[in-house]
């Protein structure tokens, strides 16, 4: 593995920069499927940023930094699509039934203030568990079991019946999505809904727009793209050219009970639910976290998966990890910290500047010397207990000596 080259003028993210396109970010519903609106936001920022970008079919940005070398490339991904629903019925008596986009609880709908997006038109709502004035119902409202079969959205219009809501232009499969509710603290919090992973997207476009801002040439080729389907798994699966040698996804990482992940720090993802990321290009940024005294955690998430995981199942031969914000309460009401966006950010720049894991990557042909450093400068423990042959045993009758 090649060390980093010198790095004198890392270049410092604009936090102020990355606080206001996040808010804004936030003002945009794009729930998986409905991403039209924040990929024209993204891309209009990579224009003022000055980075080239061209558009998949369905909307991922695939942008550019050219390098010195432009093989091996690598590329950094951060998806823009989040959770959200979809509207799965309309009850007889007006109100909505709704099928989750993405994988989450509905016990982190209930309350939630909703815009339901309809193809003549937007309306506002509200999720209500079906049970939901205590002066009705009593105790019953707390034995109510929970799931997406036990809540509805309430129409704030006048409506009572099925058509009543159809005759307003609500209709199946119209998107619902969620009220971010975000606050900024004096403090340096940053509570908000969605989050994941526009949150990951701005420290993305933050680090994009320190590196051209600081004229510094790129060692090789980097892709920033911008996937629109991580949250329905299918994320970076056909977004990445088929030369890139690592990709590096940009994500949430939950602080929770059980998990080393910090609100405060840069979280390195050594596995997840797809299964380890590839030892070099991890350690790889563990160095560069080190070298440039980032506050950083390493950490392992059970029920997790990323866009890294989709490029490889979609067959990418490509080198994956994932660094992530800390965020306490993920997939709910997230809360995350500056510091956190700050050490991503920064290590993003760090790594985009570095120099490939191994040049050898772009190569037709792979050498084996790649495949030297797991074990070189290291031997495994041995047992120190050794057992002597069948023959031995036998021939003392299993007497011991």
Known sequence: MQAAPPLPNLP?????????????MLAIPCPTGYTDGIV?????????????????????????????????????GAHLDTIGAMVRNIRADGRLELAPVGTWSARFAEGSRVSILGDRGHWRGCVLPLKASGHAFNNAVDELPIGWDYVEVRIDAHTRSRTETEALGIAVGDF????????FTESGYICSRHLDNKAGAAALLAALQAIVSSGQALAIDCHPVFTITEETGSGAAAALQLDVAEFVSVDIAPAAAGQATSEYAVSIGMQD??????????????????RFDLR?????FRFYHSDAQSAVMAGRDTRTALIAFGADATHGYERTHEASLFHLARLLCAYVLSAPVFASDGDEEIPLQNFEHQLADRALSANDTVLPT?????????NAS
Not at 52 to 75: F, H, M, N, Q, V
């Open 12 to 24: 410092v993210p604009d936090m102020a920069y990355l606080r206001r396109v996040l808010l804004e």
């Open 40 to 76: 024209r936001y993204v891309a209009g920022q990579l224009d003022t940023i000055g980075v080239p970008y061209e558009l998949t079919r369905r909307g991922t940005i695939r942008g550019t930094l050219k390098g010195r070398r432009s093989s091996p490339d690598r590329a950094i």
């Open 176 to 183: 619902v999505a969620f009220d971010p509710m975000p606050e």
């Open 273 to 290: 639910s797809g299964g380890p990321y590839d030892y070099h290009l991890s350690r790889h940024l563990l160095a560069l976290a080190e």
């Open 296 to 300: 950083m955690v390493r950490d392992v």
């Open 390 to 398: 069948p023959a031995e045993v036998l021939a003392g009758n299993g």
